[in-house]
């Protein structure tokens, strides 16, 4: 039996877990008051915090460290990468403490289960990281050559429940064609071929979403940036976290949306439909990449529990290919059986390089 520490820190919570197997021993979303992290100058200082509060949490679980026989984290922002597993090494805690490629408390990740692999001498790994990037050189291309798209997207997740879709069907990941798409805060959309990810609409480009933005009319973007109402940290911040539902209805919560439109707001239904559609049309965007041949569009994330959301969608793409809907973030049993594998022989882990 494998008993797995998994780690995965957000900007404002620590959520960690025990999986003995496929089993969870225990989940835990440890929430950090605003006060705790303010006195910490950038992210990577909190690594003593993080450090001590997972340590804490095993301790009242009387779940021993050296009990543990693998860990496994959520993957910072390294440089591209490719899916999958890499170990977790002084090169990669060099990279996410001195030149990650941007700041995020999942940097956090890999290098609190570094120190922990010190302290108690087992494997570890990083999986599927947020800048796994297997793009397609024909789908970077964009009208300006100092302006490439980004493979940027919730890959955790998605390469997740594409795998969960091939083994249900008896079939290798690596023969299937899927369209992903995560609905969560921020909204990706992908394409996966030959076991890779060959093409990610991100949640900046894409649909709107209950938090970002998503694409927007060009022109108009530049004029509002140069309006000298917005710097660029407010502007970012208008884009990324007060758009979407947000900016329409004055909430991010779509169980909340929904029930507006019961109690008859017709302008909620208008925007709830209209996500729906965006949505929609982006899968229509990823279909050309493989020629229409697509075995499923797979929906996931926590909107996908919204029934009537899913089922908008699928009857704007299902001629495009069966829609099957797998809800909720999955995260951290991802994390979990992406260890498993590498455990188990089923993948093998890469070796993850500096980059100066």
């Known amino acids: 039996m494998e008993r797995l520490l998994i780690i995965n820190p957000g900007s404002t919570s620590t959520k960690i877990a025990v999986y003995e197997d496929e ?205 000298g109402e917005y710097t660029e940290k407010s502007m970012m911040k208008l884009i990324k976290n007060k758009g979407g539902l947000y900016a329409h209805l004055g909430t991010v919560d779509v169980r909340e949306v929904e029930k507006r439109i019961q109690d008859g707001d017709a302008y909620a239904k208008l925007v709830f439909e209209a996500m729906a559609l965006n949505v929609a049309k982006n899968i229509g965007k990823e279909a050309p990449v493989v020629s229409g041949k697509v075995d499923a569009i797979i929906l996931t994330g926590g909107i996908a529990h919204s029934k009537y959301f899913t089922g908008m969608i699928e009857q704007y793409v299902s001629f495009i290919a069966p829609v099957v809907v797998y809800p909720g973030e999955n995260e951290m049993e991802a994390l979990a059986f992406g260890g498993l594998r590498v455990l188990r022989g089923e993948e093998t882990a890469k070796t993850f390089r500096r980059v100066e």
């Open 23 to 227: 089993k969870p021993l225990f989940v835990k979303n440890i929430e950090h008051r605003p006060e705790e992290l303010m006195k910490y100058n950038a992210v990577v200082d909190q690594f003593e915090f993080r450090e001590k509060v997972i340590l804490e949490a095993l301790q009242e679980e009387n779940v021993p460290l050296t009990s543990i026989t693998a860990i496994v984290s959520r993957g910072g922002l390294l440089p591209p990468v490719e899916a999958g597993a890499y170990e977790i090494n002084e090169d990669m805690v060099w990279q996410l403490r001195y030149k990650p490629h941007h700041e995020h408390a999942s940097n956090l990740g890999a290098i609190v289960a570094y120190s922990l692999k010190q302290k108690h001498p087992v494997p570890a790994y990083v999986y599927d990281g947020v800048t796994v990037d297997e793009m397609l050189p024909i789908l970077r291309i964009t009208g300006l050559p100092s302006m490439p798209r980004r493979a940027i997207g919730h890959n955790l997740n998605m390469r997740a429940a594409a795998i969960r879709y091939a083994k249900e069907r008896g079939k290798s990941f690596g023969d299937c064609t899927l369209i992903v798409v995560h609905l969560g805060g921020g909204i990706s959309v992908c394409v996966m071929h030959g076991g890779k990810i060959i093409d990610v609409i991100n949640d900046g480009e894409g649909p709107f979403s209950p938090e970002r933005t998503g694409g927007l009319p060009m022109h108009e973007v530049i004029e509002l940036a140069f309006s």
